[in-house]
């Protein structure tokens, strides 16, 4: 009876394109603009990109798809779903890891999320542009190793994300990203024109075009596997909670392969609006993380209208991140919703500020509290490592495999919405059941330091 209520009660995307744009919006993040060029700049450009794309093609989509039809099918949050489909069973603790991955993901997102907020304020006041282009290295790790400023951002980072979600799918993250998302794109096209038509461009955009394998290697490969998890969202179960508010009548295969791509598309962008303008100037391309916080004011500050342009980039950053923030924190605030009948405001203020508390220690840990390490890892790197490459391939590893296997094939061709005869249902299963769990077991055993290169 409690169950059949609850049913009724959940809440449910307004329109398709509504569903799209809040996934597109987690997939679309920090993982794009800040991770995704660093990457492709230090493992060699676009030999990189065309592995990174066959593992988005083979594993990602097929993945994608798998968590969206495991929360359509059942309607429940992360850890739900897979009680749901196999009661008595332990597949729940995917959600479980899910949760943890969110709580521990969200932490530091947050952290980098205030830096680029706090670069939008020092873009628009000038102050940015008035460093000199060799101390920009200097004056960012002054800021991030500074034990207030830092954190004074993130709390108002946090602040927003959670004022969205607590106001729910519909009228907070539907709508948010109904407006986020579309100016996003207006954004990151108008970068784009202005790195493309610097004088120079030319190099940036054949060091994204014209591959050269000889600079892969197989970490390259493993890199480009574990970042595809990270990009598209995936191994944390928030395409299972946002798929749990879709509409019975959407076409998840349509919906998934959509989603990826928009977020593949908006990398290589990323790339396109990043990369011509670094070598159009001299800069180096594997500046590493500091890429866009060291390299790119440097750069803004050569370029004519460079501060316009400046107020642009950190603005898509933190918008992109904020779209993202909200779908992280809403996996584990669906799970206590749940689980403890909480209502949705209590459950998004005290998960939200719990997060909040734990991203402090990371934000330390890059200044003041520099001394203390995790396994020989800083907290901030800590979190990250046992979420980014411990936590989410495992996650998409158990949901591969609950789907490929546990589901039956009948079952997961009937929620995901393909049929056995169709050259797609035999190919997603193939992925669900041999590909991805493969190639997923080799990243870890690589991460782990079980395979060496
Ligand atoms: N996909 C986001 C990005 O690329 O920045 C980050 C992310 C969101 C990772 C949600 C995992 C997740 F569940």
């Known amino acids: 009876m409690s169950q059949g209520l609850e049913q009724q009660a959940r809440e449910q995307w ?163 990203n109904k407006i986020l998302m579309p100016t996003l794109a207006v954004l990151l096209v108008i970068l784009v024109i202005r790195a493309v038509t610097l004088p120079g461009a030319g190099e940036g955009v054949s060091f994204l075009l014209s591959p050269d394998f000889s600079a892969l290697n197989a970490n390259a490969i493993l890199v480009a596997l574990g970042h595809a998890f990270f990009s598209l969202s995936l191994g944390m179960g928030t395409m299972i909670t946002y798929g749990s508010y879709v509409p019975k009548n959407v076409n998840l295969p349509t919906a998934a392969t959509g989603v990826s791509l928009a977020d593949t598309g908006f990398a290589l962008l990323a790339g396109l609006a990043i990369f011509p303008a670094v070598f159009a100037f001299g800069m180096d391309p594997g500046a590493g993380p500091g890429l866009i916080f060291v390299t790119l004011p440097a750069v803004f500050e050569m370029m004519p209208f460079g501060q316009f342009f400046s107020v642009l980039f950190f603005l898509l950053i933190s918008m992109a991140a904020l779209t993202s923030a909200i779908s992280i924190l809403e996996v584990p605030v669906a799970y206590f919703m749940r689980k403890f009948e909480w209502t949705r405001k209590k459950a998004t203020w005290i998960i939200g500020t719990i997060i909040f508390l734990f991203g402090i220690p990371s934000s330390l840990s890059l200044g003041a509290w520099g001394g203390f390490t995790i396994f020989g890892l800083g907290f901030f790197d800590a979190v990250d490592y046992l979420a980014s490459n411990i936590l989410l391939p495992l996650g998409g590893l158990l949901t591969a495999l609950f789907v490929g296997w546990a589901l039956g094939k009948q079952k997961s061709l009937e929620i995901g919405g393909l049929s056995e005869a169709s050259v797609w249902g035999k190919l997603w299963i193939l992925s669900l059941r041999f590909v991805a769990p493969v190639l997923i077991l080799l990243v870890m055993a690589s991460v782990l330091g079980f395979l060496t290169f």
Request: glycine share 14%; with cysteine.
């Open 14 to 176: 307004k329109t398709r394109t509504g569903f799209m744009l809040a996934s597109m919006g987690s997939a679309i993040g920090l993982g794009n603009i800040w991770k995704f060029p660093y990457i492709t700049g230090e493992n060699g450009g676009a030999a990189f990109i065309i592995v990174y794309l066959i593992c988005i093609a083979l594993i990602g989509i097929p993945i994608m798809l798998a968590e969206f039809a495991v929360g359509r099918n059942t309607q429940k949050d992360a850890v739900g779903s897979f009680r749901e489909l196999t009661p008595g069973k332990p597949w729940f603790i995917t959600g479980i890891f899910g949760v943890a991955a969110a709580f521990l993901i969200l932490s530091f997102y947050g952290v980098v999320a205030g830096w680029a907020l706090s670069y939008t304020t020092k873009a628009m006041s000038g102050d940015l542009l008035a460093i000199p282009a060799d101390q920009m290295g200097d004056a960012f790790g002054g800021f991030i190793g500074n034990a207030l400023s830092p954190i004074l951002w993130q709390t108002l980072f946090m602040a927003i994300v959670i004022i969205v979600v607590v106001r729910g799918i519909k009228e907070g993250i539907e709508k948010w």
